[in-house]
């Protein structure tokens, strides 16, 4: 509708409903469809329908749909995850985890499942565990920021903030959008007394976001110390 108002040359009128616009495509109810799928008994059926229940939030409904799926494909690592996140959403942490460990046991490279875990045993403390889990993630999935974040954060409960730098560098290389990575890993720098390092990394976030104050007041610290050293040499 709005590029047809464009070609009309109504561009006020185009604009007002680019704005309306949402994110997916159009889509209309068609009860006798809904009842067609309802009878559909597949592994794919079901897990539609437990994407459907987890949309609406509706976790219990959605892990039942999920299971229904598995009885059907046993071996489907895309339905055992989500039946795992399910269930966390859910509260049941121990039952989660299992269904995690499942997807790992049968691909050791799934990133999506060992994230998982990682994620749930660095909420419980357990950052060794944790760590083997991100560190297989990233193993495997190079880009997977999310997972960097977690090793980054990780370490850091660990007190090895000195590993945890190279993990906020990969985050900012895959994405420099990530600011709280960019100032993170500066204070971890300063942190270290790292502070010519803190420097250009702070060069270098501010090339991206050049008009955030607290990376140029952190630049304005970090210079400030480094010129103090100079002096007492």
């Known amino acids: 509708l709005a ?10 009128m185009a604009n007002a409903h680019l704005k309306l616009r949402g994110n997916g495509e159009p889509t209309l109810v068609d009860p006798r469809m809904e009842e067609y799928y309802g009878l559909i008994e597949s592994a794919l059926a079901y897990q539609n329908r437990g994407f459907q229940a987890f949309e609406s939030g509706d976790w219990a409904t959605a892990a ?5 799926g598995l009885e059907l494909e046993p071996d489907n690592l895309s339905l055992r995850h989500t039946l795992g996140t399910a269930l966390h959403q859910m509260g049941e942490v ?15 490279s799934h990133s999506r499942a060992n994230f998982s875990l990682g994620v749930i045993f660095a909420s419980t403390g357990r950052y060794e565990d944790a760590h083997a889990r991100f560190a297989q993630a990233v193993q495997h999935e190079p880009d997977y920021v999310q997972a960097h974040l977690g090793l980054a954060d990780v370490l850091q409960a660990m007190r090895r903030p000195g590993e945890a ?11 420099p959008r990530q600011l709280e990575s960019w100032i993170s890993g500066a204070n971890t720098l ?7 390092e803190a420097d250009r990394w702070l060069v270098e976030a501010r090339k991206v976001h050049p008009e955030l104050p607290e990376l140029l007041a ?3 610290t970090v210079q ?3 010129a103090l050293r100079r002096t007492l040499r």
Do not use: C, M, W
């Open 218 to 220: 952190l630049q304005e």
């Open 165 to 175: 730098i190279s993990h906020y560098r990969n985050v900012v290389t895959v994405d």
């Open 3 to 12: 590029l047809a108002y464009r070609s009309l040359g109504q561009l006020e």
């Open 94 to 108: 121990e039952a989660a985890i299992a269904e995690f460990e499942d997807v790992v046991k049968l691909s050791p």
């Open 224 to 226: 400030a110390i480094v």
């Open 64 to 68: 039942d749909h999920f299971r229904r």
């Open 190 to 196: 300063i942190g270290l007394e790292r502070y010519q």
